[in-house]
């Protein structure tokens, strides 16, 4: 299985966390949870290959270090044209499916991603929601793709509705890690409250959140016992 990794920058990046941290924590941050992705990719059996879609300088770099391909894309282009131009990419060398994902989901595993390979092979297109049942943190789809990638506010409901109407053959898998995509502060809770053995998860405690985890409406279960 191909992987298609698309990723805007790493600096500056996450503007919803501007109130809770600085330019360059947001930068670490992100940084680590495309890391924790990218490990996942590369431990994971049915993985072939990893697609990193950016125009950021620095991105080849840091494919480097896991053996990934970059697909360097001229323009500015918003998540829908980068993967649409990667999945074009990928047709043009001869894949025929390909499983897309965000770098933002740094609780993704190994398991979970064979998982989400194995009970989406006879499916034409696979879903993962977001935490909040909103976005599309995964999907797994033929090439080409039978519907329109449909990124933004409300994709998951988008994307199904799309494939209903088209009575394309679609799965939904529920993978509670997977679903959580770090974007505001109680994600960050969410991220401490259970795992703090990701890059991610230390790199939130390496960069001071104490006072972030403070005004969160969840408390991470360190928080509570101190």
Request: charged fraction near 25%; aromatic fraction near 4%; proline fraction near 6%.
């Amino acid at each position: 299985m191909w992987i298609v990794l698309p990723l805007k920058a790493l600096n500056p990046v996450k503007s919803r966390l501007a109130s809770v941290l600085s330019p360059d924590q947001r930068s670490c941050l992100m940084r680590a949870m495309i890391e924790d992705v990218l490990a996942a990719l590369r431990a994971c059996p049915q993985v072939e290959g990893i697609l990193m879609v950016s125009r950021d300088p620095n991105v080849p770099a840091l494919a480097a270090d896991y053996g990934a391909d970059v697909l360097n894309i001229e323009k500015d282009e918003d998540l829908n044209s980068a993967v649409k131009a990667a999945s074009d990419y990928l047709l043009e060398k001869g894949i025929e499916r390909a499983l897309i994902l965000h770098g933002d989901i740094p609780l993704a595993r190994p398991s979970d991603l064979s998982r989400l390979i194995e009970e989406g092979a006879e499916n034409d297109l696979t879903l993962l929601a977001c935490h909040r049942g909103q976005g599309t943190n995964v999907m797994l789809t033929s090439l080409p793709a039978e519907i329109p990638f449909l990124y933004g506010k409300g994709s998951y409901q988008q994307h199904l509705r799309a494939a209903r109407l088209l009575g394309i053959d679609i799965r939904s898998i529920d993978i509670p890690e997977m679903a959580l995509d770090v974007n505001s502060a109680d994600d960050l809770a969410d991220l401490c409250r259970y795992y703090l053995d990701t890059r991610a998860g230390i790199e939130v405690i390496l960069i001071s959140m104490w006072p972030v985890l403070a005004c969160c409406t969840i408390r991470p279960k360190f928080w509570m016992k101190r």
